[in-house]
């Protein structure tokens, strides 16, 4: 069991009908969590990573694929046992105040997975949410408190709490940053990195800051109009991405090392992405990218081996990067 991923998905697709026609916002995703991992998911806005991340827990029906959860069909698991599911996978949405109940007090919101659960007896629900908050950090002087009264980063650690309420094995947030001031996203992200250590369980969070993925995400993938562009081990795909997007998007991002930096190449991507109601044949890409030949526009690239180890969906995958090496 301890090489089951937390996460195995196929060809995970999810298509919204809407009067301008079909949204194909996740296109074919296949995505595979090892247990224990912290895997970041990554793209511009409307890539399709919250779809995605929604879709690999149920909470979007997807229009096809399938996904494994800790070994699991999912889809069976939450039909059989809705509870038992629940337990073992958490999602922190985007917004913590719009998740919560605004008339519950913090007590309150940490009581309610333990009194849905049957979890304990006043006492022992007592002593967890006492457990809960020192995991997270906040004072016991919170739990009086209702939701809009605190800071946003105390919001987002009472959310952070609630999900671990009952010990689950896989967390997904969504943007657990993007509400939050920038002075204490570096608290929150800490606070993920020692959970993980801590409680030993999976995270993926789903961010478009790639700064706070390169801090504490160990693999990640990086996706671009509802498909997966590239994926690997965060810090060799950050210091030699393959894909010609991931080195646009990671060219934006500054280095913490100043040796790193002086060099860094910038490569600018031109305009918006395309609709997803209308990707581009052959590349999704190949209308933004630097680097594209004729092939490129013609062939849809399939995920294959790189140099740093993980896997991009470029033709030109090793050569672009030489291509960048060679103009720098
Ligand atoms: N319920 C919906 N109906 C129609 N289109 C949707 C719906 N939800 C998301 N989309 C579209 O799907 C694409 C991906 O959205 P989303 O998953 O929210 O991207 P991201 O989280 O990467 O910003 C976007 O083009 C968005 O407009
Ligand atoms: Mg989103």
Redesign the pocket.
């Known amino acids: 069991m301890a090489d089951t991923p937390a996460i195995a998905a196929r060809g995970v697709k999810v298509h919204?009908r809407?009067a301008a026609g079909l949204?194909r916002?996740?296109d074919g995703v296949d995505l595979t969590v090892p247990a224990g991992a912290f895997h970041g998911i990554v793209?511009?806005?409307?890539?399709?990573?919250?779809?995605?991340a929604r879709a690999l827990i149920g909470l979007q029906p997807a229009t096809s694929g399938e996904v494994r959860i800790v070994g699991r069909d999912r889809a069976e698991w939450q039909r059989s046992d809705r509870l038992g599911f629940a337990r073992a996978v958490q999602f922190v949405f985007q917004d913590p105040l719009g998740s919560m109940s605004r008339r519950q007090t913090v007590g309150q919101t940490l009581e309610e997975p333990l009194l849905i659960h049957g979890s304990g007896n006043a006492v022992q629900r007592r002593a967890r949410i006492a457990e809960l908050l020192d995991l997270v950090a906040l004072p016991a002087s919170v739990l009086d408190r209702l939701p809009r009264s605190l800071s946003g980063g105390q919001r987002q650690r009472v959310a952070i709490a609630r999900a671990l309420a009952l010990g689950p094995q896989l967390l997904i947030a969504?943007?657990p940053l993007s509400a939050l001031d920038v002075s204490v996203r570096a608290q929150i992200v800490n606070l993920f990195a020692r959970l993980r250590d801590q409680l030993g369980l999976t995270i993926v969070i789903?961010a478009?800051d790639l700064a706070i993925v390169r801090e504490v995400c160990s693999d990640v993938t990086v996706?671009y109009l509802?498909r997966v562009a590239e994926e690997g081990a965060t810090k060799p795909l950050f210091a030699d991405p393959a894909h010609p997007y991931s080195q646009a998007l990671l060219s934006a991002v500054p280095s913490p090392d100043p040796r790193i930096e002086a060099v860094r190449p910038r490569v600018l991507l031109a305009g918006d992405p395309p609709?997803?109601r209308n990707p581009p044949p052959g590349c999704r890409f190949s209308t933004r990218c630097p680097v594209a030949e004729p092939a490129c526009r013609t062939e849809e690239p399939a995920l294959r081996a790189v140099i740093h180890g993980g896997r991009a969906a470029c033709l030109l995958a090793d050569a672009a990067r030489h291509a960048r090496i060679a103009h720098a």
């Open positions: 919204f809407t949204v916002a996740v793209g511009e806005s409307g890539c399709g990573k919250t779809t995605l969504d943007e789903v478009h996706m509802g609709s997803p």
